[in-house]
């Protein structure tokens, strides 16, 4: 993939109001291959190749005018891009994974996801691509296009909304305090690892509050407790 382009030492310090088309409220955004996609809760998204002028698209389409579309997260692997969300149909009760790719930000194609499929809040792009879903549903593909379920996780893991990978780990964050983490992206751990309340003991004695340190136990990740300067 092209690599985005070197930060100069002041970047980031100065920003700009860009003019885009409205196509909602925006979820996510990611870059490869020369192209900034950021996608949107209706389902469509904006392209730039420069961050400054930017196009709109429509990355997830159904073939029924009624259904609604939503767009959660955008992510790639290689040079495939990939956007991800949910697609309802009236009357809107129920939602189903939606999942197109694109090589160029501006042309997508809908992608088969297994049948039955929760929708997708977020990815986790390392060797393979893991697509976060709900009632901890786990979904993976090796080219971004072709997809199957990887693992329903248990234990009370409800929708896993973002991830990362690194040092050959890959960690899923989720409601209500979960966490799951995985060696390879095949065996995946879970556990609820902490509960943060108001006035609570979580930071000092997690477990008193109900939390399961076993993926820290097994050095799947590493929690540091943090309190903010009073």
């Not at 070197?6 to 925006?26: D, E, H, I, R, Y």
């Amino acid at each position: 993939p092209t690599p985005a382009p070197a930060p100069s030492p002041t970047v980031g310090t100065t920003w700009n109001n860009v003019t885009a088309t409205s196509v909602g409220n925006l979820t996510g955004v990611d870059y490869d291959n020369g192209h900034f996609v950021a996608v949107s809760d209706t389902g469509a998204a904006l392209t730039s190749t420069d961050g400054a002028t930017w196009t709109a698209v429509t990355p997830l389409t159904s073939g029924t005018a009624t259904d609604h579309l939503k767009a959660y997260a955008v992510s790639h692997l290689g040079t495939t891009l990939v956007a991800a969300g949910s697609l309802s149909p009236t009357p809107y009760t129920t939602s189903t994974g939606a999942l197109a790719t694109s090589t160029d930000g501006s042309t997508w194609t809908m992608a088969a996801l297994p049948a039955g499929s929760t929708p997708i809040h977020g990815f986790i792009s390392g060797t393979v691509l893991i697509g976060l879903g709900e009632s901890g549903h786990l979904y993976t593909s090796a080219d971004g296009t072709t997809w199957s379920l990887l693992t329903t996780l248990t234990a009370g893991v409800a929708t896993l909304n973002a991830g990362a990978y690194g040092a050959g780990t890959y960690v899923a964050v989720g409601d209500n305090g979960y966490m799951a983490a995985s060696p390879n992206g095949t065996s995946w751990s879970s556990a609820k690892v902490i509960t943060v309340g108001v006035c609570s003991n979580d930071i000092d004695r997690p477990r008193d509050r109900g939390a399961d340190l076993s993926i820290v136990e097994q050095d799947l990740v590493e929690l540091y407790p943090y309190r903010a300067p009073q």
